[in-house]
């Protein structure tokens, strides 16, 4: 009796959505979670920490490939992790908004990327098992132009729509303008308590006492001034309207009373020491030892009573302007029906040397982030559900989707050890190792710490972007410039081979980096100006991964080629996850401008590995054979690209 179930499909009818679903996760994993993270208040070091581990699974993924090929078909774990990876989004929807999110999201994140990670593995061999010689290489732009669209739909889409619901869901902005007056005498502060909060009934909206401040030029005396902004920090802890500042600090009082232990005394502490005194921000100079510039305060306050168990959230910064004006205390105000009529306090200081008029532009901006965010993946999740679905019928049931089987007495992990020890006996392995881990070492961090820099405030060095403008500006301009770039390396790469092209790519995946510090040390307004300067940073980025991918097709050559190439984007993935791992404990021990600094000079292992390592000359011209095979298990490299 005949099988009923169809063992070919039009390939238009399932391979775009099926990279479209590989996409998805693995930009939400290796991207979004940045962005979330950022918005929901997580420090630097553990966004770059935390989300840097999430690489592990494509590290490992060699190990447990051959597994895929034993265990089930292909199709089957296709379908089986989109429903995993579906559960997972849900599981971040339903967590994001409670009090441990942090370590509840970061596990379904964890199983996220360990379905997706697996999901490559089957969705590129049903790719070759489904398709004739001639249907891989004609669809293997589709996959990929898919797969680009997936990752614009999570860098660019997915963030737009979560900075949308995040305006929506909260008050209307408030702009409060700061102007430093020569001509204007020293006013005193006013005490919170003398200011009277009345309640007006109707729409809740945020209040601003007062929205034009204008701050003497003259200077206050220094000890002064440090009382001022020590009182308005406990006055905002003592009304709640920081609750996660007041456990932090009770955390670090809890540590120092605690005995750090022999490595962090005498390593991590000493380590730290000399990395903020070597690369850290350098300290103001005082011009005069009792006098320092001026300070303004600006109060906040609600409108009305909120609504039992609501909470108005709201953070307020500089947005631009003169950087001599900046923030001192009064970032982030959480309003409750408790606390809602009580002034919040934001201290704002003019630079002891501005003795000029000037003025900076401050903005109020509230929001549900959580909500926001729990929204998103519920979208997502639902997506998940409905691909599951459509490709449960979709996808084709090719006769040779079987597990794998061996001959008597072979072993699985026998084979495997005997492809994993002949692709460590290639010659010059040691500079081949090398180059596959630091090429991208500066890049590895930079792509942890890009999104935060672009959405923190700008008085700790960040941009102030909104969610949504990092959509934007890093997440549709830059990977469109990005996707150029790598378009543009590949035929560069087919007219002249790779050999002659290697050392433009280099500098080109390197030199661009400098944008970053072009914007740490300038903090432009203009958001034309940020979004060309990402897109050039991500066009040479794009150009230059060409030399890369391109070399582990090269030293993937032989027998084992595919078992190779796995192997390379296992290193691949490493490379990008350990530097990653300790990228934002460096930014927070020495600054946004000064990591730049350091981003640039860890380009340098990057040109030293492109030195050493084996290239033929011809490798990589039109009429090179070397790898004209398009079955090449390229999930990894558009997913890494």
Excluded: C
């Excluded at 930009?27 to 840097?52: K, P």
């Excluded at 000399?274 to 690369?279: A, G, P």
């Excluded at 200081?349 to 993946?377: C, H, K, M, Y």
């Excluded at 150029?484 to 390197?510: C, D, E, Q, T």
């Amino acid at each position: 009796m005949s099988n009923s179930k169809p063992t070919y499909r039009n390939p238009w009818a399932w391979i775009p959505t099926l990279y479209f679903t590989q996409g998805i996760p693995y930009v939400i994993v290796m991207f979004v979670t940045v962005v979330m993270y950022n918005r929901l208040g997580v420090s630097n070091t553990e966004i770059a920490l935390y989300t840097s581990w999430l690489y592990l699974p494509w590290v490992i993924k060699p190990l447990w490939s051959p597994f895929v090929d034993l265990i089930k078909t292909k199709r089957w774990w296709i379908i089986t992790m989109q429903l995993v990876i579906g559960v997972a989004m849900a599981g971040v929807a339903f967590s994001t908004p409670l009090p441990g999110f942090l370590q509840m999201t970061l596990a379904f994140f964890w199983l996220m990327a360990f379905s997706s990670a697996t999901h490559d593995i089957a969705a590129d061999g049903l790719y070759m098992l489904g398709l004739s010689k001639h249907e891989q290489a004609w669809f293997v732009g589709v996959r990929s132009t898919f797969y680009r669209i997936a990752m614009m739909t999570g860098q660019g889409g997915l963030v737009i729509v979560a900075g949308f619901i995040e305006s929506v869901t909260g008050l209307d902005d408030v702009d409060v303008r700061a102007y430093s007056a020569p001509d204007r005498e020293i006013t005193e502060i006013m005490h919170p308590q003398d200011m009277q909060v009345e309640r007006e009934p109707g729409e809740l909206r945020l209040v601003a006492t007062p929205t034009e401040l204008e701050i003497s030029t003259e200077g206050r005396k220094r000890a002064e001034v440090d009382s001022i902004i020590a009182f308005a920090q406990q006055w905002n802890l003592d009304q709640g309207f920081n609750p996660a500042l007041e456990e932090d600090l009770a955390e670090e009082e809890a540590e120092e009373k605690e005995d750090p232990g022999w490595l962090r005394r005498n390593i991590l502490h000493p380590f730290e020491g000399f990395i903020q005194d070597t690369f850290g921000p350098a300290e103001d100079v005082e011009l005069d030892t009792e006098y320092t510039g001026n300070i303004g305060v600006v109060y906040f306050h609600l409108s009305d009573k909120p609504e039992p168990g609501e909470e108005v959230v709201m953070n307020f910064g500089r947005v631009r302007g003169d950087n001599s004006i900046s923030l001192e205390e009064g970032s982030y105000f959480r309003f409750t029906e408790d606390n809602w009529d009580v002034p919040g306090m934001a201290v704002i200081r003019i630079d002891e040397q501005l003795d000029f008029a000037s003025s900076a532009e401050f903005q109020v901006r509230s929001g549900n982030i959580p909500l926001a965010w729990s929204i998103t993946f519920f979208f997502l999740a639902g997506l998940f559900v409905v691909l599951f679905v459509y490709h449960r019928f979709m996808l084709p049931h090719p006769t040779v989707d079987k597990p794998a089987t061996r001959e008597p007495g072979q072993t699985i992990l026998g084979e495997f050890l005997k492809t994993f020890a002949l692709f460590f006996k290639k010659e010059k392995i040691g500079a081949i190792l090398a180059f596959l881990l630091l090429y991208r070492f500066a890049e590895a961090q930079i792509v942890r710490l890009a999104s935060p820099f672009l959405l923190d405030a700008q008085e700790i060095g960040g941009l102030a972007l909104t969610t949504g403008q990092v959509g934007i500006a890093y997440g549709t301009v830059g990977l469109a410039a990005l996707t150029v770039g790598g378009i543009l390396g590949g035929i560069m790469a087919a007219r002249h081979g790779l050999k002659f092209w290697l050392w433009p790519m280099v500098f080109a995946m390197n030199i661009p980096n400098l944008v970053y510090i072009y914007l740490s040390q300038s903090l432009p307004d203009s958001f034309v100006v940020i979004s060309a300067s990402i897109a050039l940073e991500q066009f040479g980025y794009g150009f230059g991964f060409t030399a890369y991918m391109l070399f582990m097709i090269y030293v993937s050559e032989g027998e084992h080629k595919t078992s190779h190439f796995a192997i390379t984007t296992g290193f691949m993935a490493l490379g990008m996850m350990i530097p990653g791992m300790f990228s934002g404990w460096i930014q927070e021990l020495v600054g946004y401008p000064n990591f730049f600094i350091w981003v640039m000079i860890a380009t340098i292992p990057a040109f030293i590995a492109t030195y050493l390592i084996p290239l033929d000359k011809d490798f990589g011209k039109k009429d090179n054979n070397h790898g004209e095979e398009p079955g090449d298990g390229g999930g990894g490299k558009e997913s890494e690209s």
